[in-house]
């Protein structure tokens, strides 16, 4: 995949919950879900769930998707992240649902730690930079494959 498919990919995918938002265009939610249903299931699957219900939670994930539309800023995450994200929320949700405490532990560990401190923060903050800048050095071959 060429670095423009990849950047057109992601462009579509972003015009197209703008779209949604805008105008409830129909045509730009079916490409969505033709994209990302397959891949919201296999990432939900590989979490954990069954085939059944990891298809039943991707197509919430989509109809979230729709019904949120309005609220995607594309400043603030891509729109894949976004839809992963809504995905991995109903997820924890289904958990909680069925009361399966010993994997919402997983889950929600990260919440459970004491607040961080100021310079905590600080450091994360330019980790995270640091990682950027190295990412955004990688050969475009390099980035597909940590996409992938």
């Known amino acids: 995949m060429k670095l423009d498919t990849v950047t057109n990919s992601r462009r579509s995918t972003t015009e197209d919950i703008l779209r949604i938002s805008r105008s409830e265009d129909r045509a730009c939610f079916v490409r969505l879900f033709i994209d990302f249903a397959p891949r919201v299931k296999a990432y939900l699957c590989h979490q954990g769930l069954s085939p059944e219900a990891a298809e039943d939670l991707a197509q919430e994930t989509l109809i979230n998707v729709w019904r949120k539309a309005g609220t995607f800023d594309p400043s603030k995450a891509s729109a894949s992240a976004g839809i992963f994200t809504i995905a991995r929320n109903l997820r924890v949700d289904a958990l909680r649902r069925e ?6 532990a997983e889950d929600l560990q990260p919440s459970l730690t004491e607040p ?28 597909e494959v940590l996409h992938m």
């Open 99 to 104: 009361r399966h405490p010993s994997l919402l």
């Open 116 to 143: 961080k401190t100021p310079e905590e923060v600080y450091v994360g903050r330019e980790s995270e930079r640091d990682i950027r800048k190295a990412l955004s050095a990688l050969p475009q071959e390099h980035l």
